[in-house]
């Protein structure tokens, strides 16, 4: 009893690390926005951030809270003699600060990037040894955010040190500027970010790059299952690579200082309904920034409704910040009479006491699965109030936007009537303490102490609820 009250205690802090949340003031829950890599890559321009951010506003996504506009490789055309980041005058006509002015007139947030190396990964200048100039750049350009890659970085890697001073130093250099700037690492998890990542940074990767496909393994990301050490972390990795890898990071993030597991590919690809589900489900709840990776000009209409589920966006905005924990992972083997495939149960605390659970299902078949509240709770000691009480269970996605009415908004851009979450009128934290049933899905059924929750989760799926002490 005695070892098990310590372990509860000791569970109870981690996930805030040291005595300050984070380190400049940002980032106290994780930032939600937009990156244009994942769908446009290099082929980037003011046009298209502009457009995208309109867009974003028209149909309800930065009511949200997905804030950030974020520009990612391939802006730059040189420096000047003097050593200035130059913008590519044919992408960005204006300048960069005519983006950010537009974006800030309206209430965005402006996100650029840079690498930790001589060029960044697409070959235009990198800020190595260029760092306070750069930051000075950024700085007076109006930039909210910095993604800060690890490309061409001159071997300065290997050691968790070596790694930590040459992403330190522009840390320093944005401090310095003045300006509150998010700093997201983008380092891919080399040289075991998650110990130091918080202490100068906002955010940071922890894997290869992310590509839309829910299992699939592709040799250009050799590392997979729990290998959160990876030395070469490629790309091409899919949903299930990143999270597995992922899951014992969590307790080494919380308010301040984030794992990124990549932009969203929900709306990108050929991910079925059930796979943008379980992916958006599992980033909300390992507290990883969502930042949309589609071109939202062209979503799919129950794509929309993912990124717009309230209920959902409420589980990684919740003020306690604490990642959820994997409780258990299955391999299934393929003689299971539901198939082959890997099978895993989340589960973490949320700030108003209530518990967010996952079922998961990487399998290609539907399976029933079933939890009680001992794995819920694993980390109560016995005894707990918490195991002898009865719970209700909300289904976090029983209250999504049908797709009717997703059609509607894209097709008219605008929200119109729909009663679309506005998080900017009502914090996703006041609407919380508020009981803002939009922020809680729909009850499906209750759990006692000695219940079963039993459910069929659909392949490549994801039954994902939330458990409110009964009344
Ligand atoms: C990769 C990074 C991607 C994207 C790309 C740009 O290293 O992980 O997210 O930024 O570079 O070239």
Redesign the pocket.
Known sequence: MFLLYLFSSFTAVSGVLGSSPSYNGLGLTPQMGW?N?NTF??DVSEQLLLDTADRISEIGLKDLGYTYVIL???WSSGRTANGTLVADKEKFPNGMSHVADHLHNNNFLFGM?S?AGEY???GYPGSLGHEEEDAEFFASNGVDYL?Y???YNKGQFGAPETSYKRYKAMSDALNKTGRPIFYSL?N?GQDLTFYWGSDIANSW?MS??IYPQFTRPDSRCPCDGDQFDCAYAG?HCSIMNILNKAAPMGQNAGIGGWNDL??LEVGVGNLTDDEEKAHFSMWAMVKSPLVIGADVNHLKASSYSIYSQASVIAINQDPKGVPATRVWRHQVPQTDKYGQGEIQFWSGPLDNGDQVIALLNGGNKPRPMNTNLEEIFFDSYLGSEQLSSNWDIYDLWANRVDNATSANILNNNSVGNATIYNATALSYKDGLAKNDTRLFGTKIGSISPDGLLNTTVPAHGIAFYRLRRST
Do not use: E, I, Q, V
């Open positions: 990156d890599w890559a290099c990612d490789d391939c990037y690498s960044t990964c697409a993604k890659d690890n490309c983008c891919w990767r290869g790059d790309f990549d932009n």
